[in-house]
């Protein structure tokens, strides 16, 4: 269980996060919206025990997060975080040894890291350019990279920070593969992330922030039909949701399933 228990971060004396209750093991993948400044990368860093609140407390297997150097190794493993810029957690130029970097840190028989890094490349779609040198990689490729470092922990959840960020078309639908087939694995993601569509898209629960609290959360289709919430969120409708609020079309959740909609619909008026 990761969950967070009136939680409250400052700096200095400006509070950042204000009294956040969120529980991150009730869905496969929880998303996190809200304006710049509302607190989403405050609050990632507090959850991955990189900062301390004042008051309240991140909850690791429904106790406190222990802050002590061993308890932060357990949750690290478990608790994994890529952050938007993949070159902040890239230190190697060769790709394999790269993402093998934590596991050798922590003892891991060198045969158990040969089976854990194949099998994150794989899941990754990255084993065709694992040879490649990483500074001859684009920047979609190396946030592949920096996700298959986490994988091979094995943590139960992953946080991704912008996980669309800088990626063409092509990049973003092969990010949202990847998120499925981590999920399918039985592990939990948690992103934050601008891209709107992608989070409504992706998630099966949305908390959006406001000024380092909770304006609202549920499930995707309800809290982004909140015309007023978005409103005041400073947020725009995914144009999936802003075709029903304002047209009175279906609501879908993807845009197959819209056009596969609207093909029978037309085929229905034909006939």
């Not at 228990?5 to 400052?10: E, G, V």
């Not at 922590?106 to 158990?112: F, M, R, T, Y």
């Not at 779609?125 to 946030?143: E, M, N, T, W, Y």
């Not at 099966?204 to 609202?216: C, E, I, K, M």
Request: proline content about 4%; charged content about 20%; overall charge neutral.
């Amino acid at each position: 269980m990761l969950a967070t228990s009136d939680l409250w971060f400052r700096y200095q004396d400006e509070p950042v996060l204000k009294g956040l209750n969120l529980d991150f093991s009730l869905s496969p993948v929880t998303g996190l919206v809200g304006a710049n400044g509302c607190g989403k990368s405050t609050l990632f860093m507090n959850l991955s025990g990189l900062l301390r609140p004042q008051k309240g407390a991140v909850l690791w297997q429904g106790k406190p997060l222990d802050y002590s150097k061993r308890g932060l190794l357990a949750l690290r493993q478990q608790v994994a975080t890529v952050f938007q810029d993949p070159e902040q957690q890239i230190f190697y130029t060769d790709i394999d040894s790269d993402i093998a970097f934590s596991l050798r840190n922590l003892g891991v028989p060198e045969a158990e890291i040969t089976r854990r890094v194949d099998e994150a490349l794989t899941l990754v779609d990255a084993q065709h350019f694992r040879h490649q040198p990483i500074q001859c990689l684009s920047h979609g490729q190396k946030k592949r990279v920096a996700i298959a470092g986490a994988l091979v922990l094995q943590a139960r959840y992953l946080l991704l920070d912008e996980p669309t960020a800088g990626l063409d078309p092509a990049g973003r639908t092969q990010m949202l593969a990847i998120v499925r087939r981590i999920v399918a694995q039985g592990n939990h993601v948690i992103i934050s992330s601008h891209d709107i569509d992608l989070i409504y898209e992706i998630s099966d629960a949305v908390y959006v922030l406001r000024q380092g609290q909770v304006l609202t959360h549920g499930a995707p289709g309800e809290v982004f039909a909140c015309t007023e919430a978005m409103e005041q969120a400073g947020l725009t409708q995914p144009w999936l949701v802003k075709l029903h609020t304002q047209l009175g079309l279906p609501l879908c959740k993807t845009e197959t399933e819209f056009f596969h909609r609207m093909q029978k619909c037309a085929f229905r008026e034909a006939s």
